[in-house]
């Protein structure tokens, strides 16, 4: 087993969330799958801390979490508020700003 | 005021130096005679309407007080050598630009003080007219004012010791014109002659710059002394110096109305009546004359160029006449005897050194008797109402003696009666013409002694068809004229003008006095071998303008005069041809003018699609592109998404592309 | 020696006092007004003063400053004064006041009012926008793309073009109908007046400062600073009621000289890199890159990109059309600048840097720009005679003669150049003086087509007259400023190149035909409508608006000399440094016995050669 | 990180124990397939839950690599906190909705699978070619003295002012939320008595608590309305006949759009509501929606309150009674629409 298969693995995972969030419409699942990017960084993370030895990998992590919490806050607060006003949580329905 | 201590030295074609003393005395305020009328339009333009009540006395004396400088002038002038009479007066550096160096400076000499005189005293008496004639004008001190500024412009012109001066002079007479002739500008025919005459003047004015700026690529110079030295010196080459000479003439012809540029003077009569007098009889249109006179050692070295003016003159003659013969209006007939006799005044100068004093000669008696015929016909027109028909006029002699006897005296001038002035100066025109030899002379002098039989005719059907024969007026009607002499401020210039007309032609010619007076400037003709001998010639000469008179006579004054002209479908091809100036305007319209503004309007045209519209067709073209492109902004986050994914994709795989590469 | 940074205080004092202006409150508009004026004049005086304080005998630039601004890229605040933008900066600095003073009740527009005669707005002429190029419109359904939708939108198609080519040039009246339905009433109250003088301030700092510049890059940034304040006043301070048009012309102005100063951009960083390729250090300076060699091909292509830029400010031939666009739509003091002083960093541009900094290039490219400036001349002369706009032939007429002023540039004859320059500050005062004169029309009579005027010289007599006296100038009369200058570009364009002196001569007499037909059209005949009986004519405002300009094309007629002994040197010195010298007469003159002229033999004059260490020659 | 840099990482990497592997082996293919189920699931809670349980494994992955502090954080903030923050709003949005999986942005499936395969090949394979057994240095001892003590000591040496950046930036967080969801009161404080009176004074309100989600219409009363398949309600308040099928149909296929046709049972397949693409996502919509009192539609009918439970939004336009109300067309995504897609 090699550490660098958690670097495969962080990719593909990335990789799906990215495809989530392209096809993904619910603005929730959006969210979500944005989540799973970010986690699949922070696996990316920790394991070049595993290689490199030190823990800054893992520090960093753990600010993408904090970030990524506070994120979340305000991302579904504003979907709240957008669902409040026009009753849909889908992104396509939010496409006013256009040209 | 500095002067130059500094003689400004030439050779002259026997190699002796020729000096332009340093002014000084006296003649260092030469500067004065061209101020004095400045001043008088400056404190007449900007003084406005305060200076309305005075304006006129305020022009007048200007101009007097000119007169008498130069008269000072010239009598300090006689009091000095024949060698040591003309005085250069270096006045301030105009235009110094490393080599060219333009100052401005005045020369004083034989040939411009006579001008000096001629300018400032015919100008004085036309102001002293213009005080009664134009008594009625709110605009009179407007008036005075531009005769001002035309005195000064044309004392600068004469009296300029460089090219570039008399260039400047030459054009501010232009717009003194412009601004005479437009004087009644309410009067859109007056607007547009001015105009005509202005752009005539102008493409005149091309060939003078361009002449120029030949004598400056060629001499690096455009001083007289520098110019004419080199010219002399023969340093100039033949070639340049007939396209200098050839782009003096074009310019020439341009001020004084020759072919082919004549046809702006006829239009010029719009203007008032002293004004036709004072510039477009009088002065401005010599200053072609004086161009080519001054212009004297340019022209001796180009014989070719020398032929041109000759037939320029001599068609100009003949062009002047026919059409005179035709004019009803009494002062286009007059303007166009002006154009002939300066056509004699051309073919006396293109005849060279012989013809210069010549044609000086004759201008200055013209002058004098052309200004008095114009101030008679302005007398007439005056008394008439402003109708200047000659078909309307008839019998006037009784109600205006004064005019008739002066604009008779006059008109015995121009038609060469003998003893007055015509006679001394036109039989000697004539006489050198044909003495030019051969089948050239010959022709000139025919074509001379031929105008002068046509004057007779054209002038006397003139002086019959307005103070003799039957009144074609009526003192009653609506239509009513009440034919009275004019005041004495007009009368008396007439009365002066017309003693001039008589004596002025006898004195110049007794003791060849002028010419002698002339000869250093204007070189002395070699006493040729005469064709004919001068009293055959005279005799001759009297035979045709009698022919001429009696032709008129006949016509005229022994069978009644119409007091409507035939309709131009029932005159010969000539007359026809002469009503319409011999079709110079329709030339020129159709030549100029109309696919001028063909031209104008396609260009208009092309700016608005060709080049702007490629501007605005490109900025359209944007627009449109952009409204295309604008519909890629769909407004759905994911097709961003996706587009940031493929951009990503790109760069990331390029970057592995250059890292592996 | 001078210590006085007379560069810097010029060039800071308007620019705090638009910042002051542009600060004041909206009903403040009077006090706006007086500090103004109060400042411009200031800034007249001291820029005389700083005239004073120069040495025309000295070589290189005076008043130097220099400072460090972004030095990583060696640029640097330097400003400098040679005699070519001494006396660019005097003028700027003259015609500010006259058109603050002229501007005074333009914008709150209700002063003027006495005599303004309610008239059907002005019929654009045939260059409006109106006529739309024939199908070249954007698709219709662009809409709300801003000022390029008026550009075409409006458009008849097809109809445009015949419509033009129909019409006969006497008048027509042009309407516009799209256009003219959405220009809302906007009433002249909603204007700012201290912003309108504010923007004039910031104008007159950066002119100041594009003169001042000797710094390549500082030149650029003033370049385009001047844009600024001139857009807001076409956009924003033009006609009232042709809100579309104005905003078109506007954007067209803006657009074009940004596309031109872009290609000036890549051209100054181009320098920029040559510099560090050759000196080893890159640096905008002006004095250090006149003196690097560039290598021919590389020439080429810089001086492109400054030409194109100088040539599109100017404007030369073919890249024109913004010009009566703008000229026609600007507030009047706005056309003053614009045309006086704005257009001159074109010109100067083409004088001060694309000749001595690549001086092959220049030659190379001499040909073709002397042949744009005959069509130029004759293009120009020949559409200002087409129009029937008055704001628009005087644009017209000004192409004509930043044809005569490219002429003289690229003639490369001492006379010439010298010529050019003066030309430049006369054009300045006659065009300017045109402007103002046809401004003060429009605003009694509300309309710029010249078919609503007509025998104005018997109710307007004063105006009538100014307006004769800016036209002569205009035309180049002898005793009037410009034909000074004019004569020297044609007199040592001559020397150089006979055909093409002799070709652009003629053109002399189109002058005389725009400027006297359009006074015919506009002053003389019969008084045809009734509105015109009643128009005032000037008031001692106006009177001392003109006075100053008048007074100065007169004297600088009869007496140029104090401006040319500015000049030549320069001049003289910056054909020098290109191995340019004037042609001498073939003619040995000096051979003559006692001539106190040496005229022709040494044309350049050893001394510029002297002061010009270490330049091309 | 360059790739150089990655590959001389790389390089390092040894084989690591045969316990490490046992446990990446199966967690990993679960945590992919919960990826790759979460993108494809309809339901927004089911997506949740896969999102959970991939949090799981990637926790232990964590925990594997040496972060245990990590890994507890993320089962504890992650698959704790963040996730029910997550189902709370699913909740509140609508727990009954899933998503429609028709795609309505032409070529967006597409191009998400080409560029979505090609960023994956992009990252893997330089990885995967990369992978040739080095040797990863390891934390132990940069663990030494305890995982969590070394990164609070590095958190509050090192990294103090991030940490302080991001502390605030948790705050603003807390009051951005705050302000996102605060909405002004109009007018002043209505108390219980005053809602209670509106309750029953004021026309079209509704008396009765509002059908709980996924009810369907076993009965119409005035306490337990008849709820449509589509959501929408079958009838006003307490109407009798409003059940389905005995209800007037027409008044719902008056209805523009294909909407009518999704909420009937007998219309299945039909493209979503929101598949009549952008131009029918008008402006106009939202607003109408939200008004407190719709003009009265025919029958006193039964206009949704400003802020309804879940099911009555949208699906109050299929009413009949509501017909006179602009069709609410792009209504919920979760709510209503879903419903006929789900079919």
Redesign the interface.
């Known amino acids: ?9 962080s ?16 603005a ?2 959006v ?3 944005i ?2 990017m970010l ?1 699949a960084v ?2 990316t993370l ?11 990998g ?2 960093m ?3 993408v ?10 991302g ?6 957008i ?17 | 005021m500095r002067v130059d201590p500094v003689l400004l030295a030439a050779t002259e074609p026997g190699g002796q130096p020729i000096h332009y003393a340093a002014a000084s005395g006296v003649f260092s305020l030469s500067w004065l005679v061209i101020v004095l009328p400045v001043a008088g339009a400056a404190v007449l333009l900007l003084g406005g309407r305060r200076t309305d009540r005075v304006g006129h006395i305020i022009g007048t004396l200007a101009a007097a007080a000119s007169f008498v400088l130069g008269l000072v002038l010239f009598a300090t002038l006689l009091g000095r050598d024949g060698d040591d009479r003309a005085l250069s007066q270096h006045l301030y550096s105009w235009i110094p630009v490393n080599g060219f160096g333009v100052d401005v400076g005045l020369l004083v000499d034989q040939l411009s003080i006579v001008f000096v005189l001629l300018i400032t005293g015919v100008g004085t008496l036309i102001h002293i007219y213009s005080i009664g004639y134009m008594a009625h004008d709110p605009n009179r001190r407007k008036f005075f004012a531009y005769m001002n500024l035309f005195l000064a412009s044309m004392l600068l012109l004469v009296l300029g010791n460089n090219f570039l001066s008399l260039y400047a002079g030459w054009e501010l007479v232009g717009l003194s014109s412009f601004l005479l002739i437009k004087f009644w500008e309410d009067r859109p025919a007056a607007a547009t002659a001015a105009n005509k005459a202005f752009y005539m003047n102008r493409v005149g004015d091309v060939g003078l710059a361009l002449a120029i700026m030949f004598m400056f690529a060629t001499v690096g110079s455009t001083s007289y002394a520098d110019v004419f030295g080199a010219a002399a010196a023969g340093v100039i080459g033949y070639g340049t110096l007939t396209a200098i000479a050839l782009l003096l003439l074009l310019g020439a012809c341009g001020k004084s109305g020759q072919f082919p540029l004549q046809a702006w003077l006829p239009d010029a009569m719009e203007g008032p009546t002293p004004i036709s007098a004072l510039i477009h009889a009088a002065t401005m249109v010599t200053a072609g004359v004086y161009l080519i006179v001054r212009a004297g050692p340019i022209f001796d070295g180009t014989q070719a160029a020398r032929t041109v003016v000759v037939i320029i003159g001599a068609a100009t003659i003949l062009i002047g006449c026919v059409i005179g013969c035709a004019y009803d209006d009494i002062k286009k007939v007059l303007a166009y005897s002006t154009v002939s006799q300066i056509g004699y005044m051309f073919l006396a100068v293109g005849l060279g050194p012989a013809g210069y004093a010549l044609g000086i000669m004759h201008l200055v008696a013209h002058g004098f008797f052309k200004a008095g015929l114009f101030l008679g016909a302005g007398s007439v027109i005056h008394g008439m109402d402003d109708d200047q028909d000659l078909r309307h006029y008839g019998g006037l002699w009784r109600y205006m003696p004064i005019t008739w006897v002066t604009f008779g005296l006059g008109y015995l001038a121009i038609i060469g009666f003998p003893g007055l002035s015509g006679f001394f100066t036109k039989d000697r025109i004539i006489e050198t013409a044909f003495d030019k030899g051969g089948t050239s002379g010959y022709l000139l002098g025919s074509i001379a002694l031929l105008g002068a039989g046509i004057t007779a005719f054209y002038m006397t059907r003139l002086f019959l068809m307005t103070f003799h024969g039957k009144p074609r007026w009526s003192s009653e009607g609506p239509a009513a004229k009440h034919p009275h002499e004019s005041p004495v401020s007009m009368t008396g210039p007439m009365v002066v003008l017309a003693v001039g007309s008589v004596f002025a032609g006898g004195l110049f010619v007794l003791g060849h006095s002028l010419q002698d007076w002339l000869e250093p400037v204007a070189g002395t003709g070699v006493e040729g071998v005469h064709t004919f001998s001068p009293v055959v010639l005279t005799l001759l000469t009297l035979v045709v303008t009698a022919g001429g008179f009696a032709g008129a006579y006949l016509r005229y004054q022994m069978r009644p005069v119409e007091s409507v002209a035939r309709p131009d479908t029932e005159v010969s091809l000539v007359t026809f041809a002469a009503r319409h100036d011999l079709f110079a305007n329709t030339f020129n319209e159709t030549v100029a003018m109309r696919p001028g503004q063909y031209l104008t309007r396609f260009l208009v045209w092309l700016d608005l699609v060709g080049i702007d519209g490629l501007v605005r067709g490109s900025a359209a073209a944007i627009g449109g592109l952009s409204g295309r492109m604008r519909r890629l902004q769909t407004g759905f986050v994911r097709s961003y998404a996706l587009s940031m994914l493929g951009g990503a994709v790109l760069v990331v795989g390029a970057l592995l592309l250059v890292r592996a590469g | 020696m001078n210590t006085v940074p007379w560069l810097t205080i010029l060039l800071i004092v308007p620019a705090a006092a638009a910042v002051v202006v542009a600060a004041l409150p909206r009903r403040h508009a009077t006090l706006a007004k007086q500090l103004t004026l109060a400042v411009t004049l200031a800034v007249l005086v001291l820029a005389v003063i700083a005239t004073f304080a120069y040495d025309p005998d000295k070589a290189g630039f005076q008043f130097s400053q220099s400072y460090d601004w972004i030095s990583t890229f060696g640029i640097s605040y330097s400003v400098g004064a040679d005699g070519i933008s001494l006396v660019l900066m005097l003028l700027a600095a003259l015609l500010v006041p006259v058109v603050v003073l002229s501007s005074w009740d333009e914008v709150d527009g209700d002063a003027a009012g006495g005599g303004r005669v309610p008239a059907p707005t002005a019929a654009p002429d045939l260059g409006t926008p109106g006529g739309s190029a024939g199908g070249t419109g954007p698709a219709g359904d662009v809409e709300g793309i801003g000022p390029v939708g008026g550009v075409g939108g409006v458009g008849g198609g097809a109809g445009g073009t015949t419509a033009v080519l129909a019409a006969p040039a006497p008048a027509r009246p042009v309407t516009f109908p799209p256009v003219e339905t959405r220009g809302e009433a906007e009433t002249p109250g909603r204007r700012s007046v201290p912003a309108f003088f504010a923007l004039l301030l910031a104008l007159e700092a950066g002119m100041i400062g594009v003169f001042a510049a000797t710094d390549v890059f500082l030149f650029y940034v003033f370049f385009e600073a001047m844009l600024i304040p001139m857009y807001f006043l076409i956009g924003s301070y033009g006609p009232v009621k042709e809100q579309a048009q104005r905003s078109y012309a506007a954007v067209k102005f803006l657009v074009y000289s940004l596309f031109g100063g872009l290609l000036m951009l890549a051209a100054v960083i181009g320098l920029y890199v040559v510099s560090a390729d050759n000196l080893g250090h890159g640096t905008f300076d002006f004095a250090t890159l006149r003196q690097m060699e560039i290598t021919p091909g590389v020439q080429k292509l810089l001086f492109l990109g400054f030409f194109v830029a100088f040539a599109i400010k100017a404007p030369l031939f073919p890249f024109h059309t913004w010009l009566p666009d703008a000229g026609a739509q600007s507030p009047t003091g706005g056309a003053v600048l614009l045309v006086g002083v704005l257009d001159k960093v074109g010109t100067f541009g083409l004088i001060r840097y694309c000749i001595p900094l690549f001086p092959d290039a220049a030659d190379y490219f001499a040909p073709m720009v002397l042949g744009l400036a005959v069509v130029g001349i004759f293009y120009g002369a020949l559409l200002a005679i087409g129009q029937r706009d008055m704001k628009r032939l005087v644009a017209y007429t000004s192409l004509a003669h930043f044809g005569f002023i490219a002429l003289g540039v690229f003639a490369f004859t001492s006379q010439a150049g010298t010529g050019a320059v003066l030309y430049m500050v006369n054009h300045g005062l006659s065009t300017g003086l045109l402007f103002l004169v046809v401004g003060f029309l429009v605003s009694r009579r509300g309309t710029r087509d010249v078919g609503a005027y007509g025998g104005l010289a018997k109710v307007t007599p004063v105006l009538a007259g100014v307006f004769l006296l800016a036209g002569l100038s205009s035309l180049a009369l002898p005793g009037t400023n410009s034909f000074v200058s004019e004569f020297l570009v044609l007199v040592g364009t001559f020397t150089a190149n006979k055909p093409l002196a002799i070709v652009a001569t003629c053109g002399i007499v189109l002058a005389a035909i725009y400027v006297l037909y359009l006074y015919q059209r506009t002053m003389t005949g019969p008084i045809v409508h009734p509105e015109n009986k009643i128009l005032h004519d000037l008031s001692l405002r106006e009177k001392f608006v003109v006075a100053p300009i008048v007074a100065l094309i007169v004297a600088l007629g009869v007496y140029p000399k104090p401006l040319l002994d500015i000049i030549t040197p320069t001049v003289t010195a910056t054909y020098a440094d290109i191995g340019k010298s004037d042609p001498a007469p073939p003619h040995p003159v000096a051979a003559y016995p006692g001539h106190t002229h040496p005229v022709g033999t040494h044309p350049v004059g050893t001394r510029s050669v002297a002061t010009q260490p270490g330049g091309h020659s | 990180m360059t790739h150089a840099t990655l590959l001389a990482a790389a390089g390092e990497i040894t084989s690591t124990s045969t316990g490490e592997a046992a446990v990446f082996w199966i967690l990993a293919p679960i945590a992919v397939l919960a990826a790759v189920g979460m993108v494809l699931v309809r339901s927004a809670v089911h997506c949740a839950l896969l999102l959970v349980a991939n949090l799981f494994c990637v926790a232990v992955f964590y925990m594997v690599q040496q972060a245990p502090f990590l890994g507890f954080v993320q089962i504890i903030v992650y698959a704790g906190a963040i996730m029910v923050l997550f189902l709370f709003v699913l909740m509140l949005v609508g727990v009954d909705s899933s998503d429609s999986l028709v795609e309505t942005i032409r070529g967006q499936r597409l191009g998400a699978a080409i560029f979505g395969l090609g960023f994956a090949g992009l990252l893997v394979f330089p990885i995967g070619s990369a992978i040739d057994g080095g040797s990863a240095k390891g934390l132990d001892k940069a663990n030494e003295g305890g995982n969590v003590q070394a990164i609070g000591r590095l958190l509050f040496s090192n990294y103090v002012f991030v940490f302080e950046a991001i502390s605030a930036l948790l705050v603003v967080a807390a009051i951005g939320t705050m302000v996102l969801g605060h909405r002004e009161r109009e007018g002043g404080r209505v108390g219980q008595r005053e809602l209670m009176r509106r309750r029953f004074t004021e026309p079209g309100r509704q008396v009765t608590p509002l059908p709980g989600p996924g009810v369907f219409a076993r009965h119409d009363s005035a306490d337990t309305l008849g709820l449509l398949p589509g959501g929408g309600r079958a009838s006003g308040i307490g109407g009798i006949p409003g059940i389905p099928g005995t209800t007037e149909e027409p008044s719902v296929t008056d209805l523009p759009g294909g909407r009518a046709a999704s909420d009937t049972p007998g219309a299945p397949g039909t493209p979503g509501r929101s598949d009549g693409g952008p131009g029918s996502a008008g402006p106009g919509g939202p607003p109408g929606s939200r008004g407190p009192d719709r003009p009265g539609g025919p029958g006193g009918s039964t206009p949704s309150a400003p802020v309804p439970p879940a099911p009555t939004d949208g699906a109050a336009a299929d009413s009949g009674a509501g017909g006179a109300e602009p069709v609410d067309v792009n209504g919920s995504a979760l709510a209503g629409a879903g419903k006929g897609d789900e079919r």
């Open positions: 087993m090699n550490p660098a298969n958690y670097l495969i693995l990719a593909l995972l990335f990789t799906i969330g990215t495809v989530g969030v392209l096809v993904r419409r619910n929730i699942v969210f979500m799958s989540e799973l986690n922070n696996l920790v394991t070049f801390s595993r290689i490199n030895g030190t823990l800054d893992q520090i992590a753990f600010f979490m904090v970030v990524a919490a506070a994120e979340v806050v305000i579904l607060a504003i979907i709240l508020s669902f409040r006003t026009r009753r849909s949580a889908s992104v396509d329905d939010v496409n006013l700003l256009k040209y």
